[in-house]
C-alpha cells in the first residue's frame, strides 16, 4: 500500500486521503509529545495509559504525526479538505505532488473547504510567490474561524511560544481568498452530499464534516482529536487546544455521532489513511483503524 495516497468509497462518492507529509514534534520547538497532547493528564493514569499503547513513557521524546488531507469526488464537484502544511518543514508540502500522481491536477478542483485555520491546514493554500494554489476553487469555513484569525482575538490569545508561525501562515494564506469565500454559519450542506458540522475547541470555528452518499456516511473530525488515546481520555486536552472545555465537550459530541452512526472517520493526525471506526468502550470510546493491506 501507497503510504500517500488510499482510495476508498462513501456511496457514490471516490474519495482519496492524500498525504501532505508528516512533521516531528519535539523539544525544542515544542513541548515533549506527553506534555503537547495531554498535558492536564495525571500522571500515573498517562503512563499507565500509554503502556497500553506500546509507548514507553520516559522514552517518549517526540510524535511524528501526519498530515492527511481529504479529496472527495462527489461527481459534481471535486471537495479538497484542507490544504496541508506547504514550506513549513521540508518533510510537509506534498499534497500536489500526490493529487498530480493521481491523474489530478489543481485547477480541478472547485471546491476547497478548511477545517481550521492552523498552519497545518491552510498552508497550503497559496504558492511561494502568493498566488492561489487552486485557481479555479471556492473556499468555505466557519464564521468564528475567519473572524479569529483575520481580527486582534489571535494576536491576544494564542501562546507566545506558536503565535508568529501561526500568524504568519494566516497571514500568507487567508487574504488571497477572501473574495472567494463561503463563510458558514450554520449547520448546512456546503456543497450536495458534503454538510459542515459546528466541532469549536480547538480553534474558535474548527469545523467537522459529514459526508454522505447513498447510506453511508464519513465523518471528517479534522483535530476535534489528535491522537487515538483522546478517544479513551476525551477529557485530557492538548496544548494547541485553545478552549480546553469546548474541546471536551465537542470530542463527546462528535464521537458519540460517529460511533451511534458507526460512520467511518477520518481523524487528519491519525497514522495514515487516519482511517477507522469510534466504538464505544467503558466511559469513552476506542479506535479501531481500518485495515490496510500492506
Ligand atoms: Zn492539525
Redesign the pocket.
Same mark, same amino acid.
Given at each position: 500500500m501507497s503510504t500517500e495516497v488510499h482510495h476508498f468509497k462513501v456511496g457514490a462518492f471516490e474519495c482519496i486521503a492524500v498525504s501532505d507529509g508528516s512533521l516531528t514534534y519535539a523539544p525544542p520547538t515544542f513541548p515533549p509529545p506527553a506534555t503537547l497532547l495531554f498535558g492536564n493528564a495525571p500522571r500515573e493514569r498517562l503512563e499507565q495509559t500509554l503502556r497500553q499503547h506500546n509507548i514507553q513513557p520516559e522514552h517518549w521524546a517526540e510524535w511524528i &504525526?501526519p498530515?492527511i488531507c481529504l479529496l472527495v469526488n462527489t461527481g459534481e464537484h471535486r471537495v479538497l479538505v484542507?490544504t496541508g502544511a506547504d514550506g513549513l518543514d521540508p518533510n510537509t508540502g506534498r499534497l500536489l505532488q500526490n493529487l498530480e500522481a493521481e491523474g489530478i491536477v489543481p485547477e480541478d478542483i472547485d471546491m476547497v473547504i478548511l477545517? =481550521?485555520c =492552523?498552519? %497545518?491546514?491552510i498552508g497550503g493554500n497559496t504558492l511561494e510567490e502568493g498566488k492561489l494554489a487552486f485557481p479555479n476553487a471556492r473556499y468555505a469555513m466557519w464564521k468564528d474561524e475567519w473572524d479569529f484569525w483575520t481580527s486582534e482575538q489571535a494576536e491576544e490569545k494564542l501562546d507566545e511560544h506558536v503565535r508568529e508561525v501561526l500568524l504568519r501562515v494566516a497571514r500568507k494564506n487567508l487574504p488571497p481568498i477572501q473574495d472567494r469565500l463561503d463563510l458558514i454559519e450554520r449547520e448546512r450542506e456546503i456543497v450536495p452530499g458534503v454538510q459542515a458540522i459546528t466541532a469549536p475547541g =480547538?480553534t474558535p470555528g474548527h469545523m467537522a464534516l459529514a459526508i454522505s452518499s447513498e447510506g453511508e456516511q464519513l465523518l471528517c473530525i &479534522? %483535530?476535534a482529536v489528535?491522537h487515538p488515546i483522546h478517544l479513551e481520555q476525551p477529557e485530557w486536552f492538548a496544548v494547541?487546544d485553545l478552549d480546553p472545555e469546548q474541546v471536551v465537550a465537542t470530542r463527546r459530541r462528535i464521537l458519540n455521532r460517529a460511533a451511534a452512526k458507526k460512520a467511518l472517520v477520518l481523524a487528519? =493526525?491519525f497514522p495514515f489513511p487516519g482511517l477507522g471506526y469510534v466504538i464505544e468502550k467503558g466511559e469513552g470510546w476506542q479506535w479501531q483503524p481500518i485495515v490496510t493491506m500492506v
Open positions: &504525526s498530515y484542507d477545517t =481550521h =492552523h498552519p %497545518d491546514h =480547538h &479534522s %483535530d489528535l494547541v487528519f =493526525h
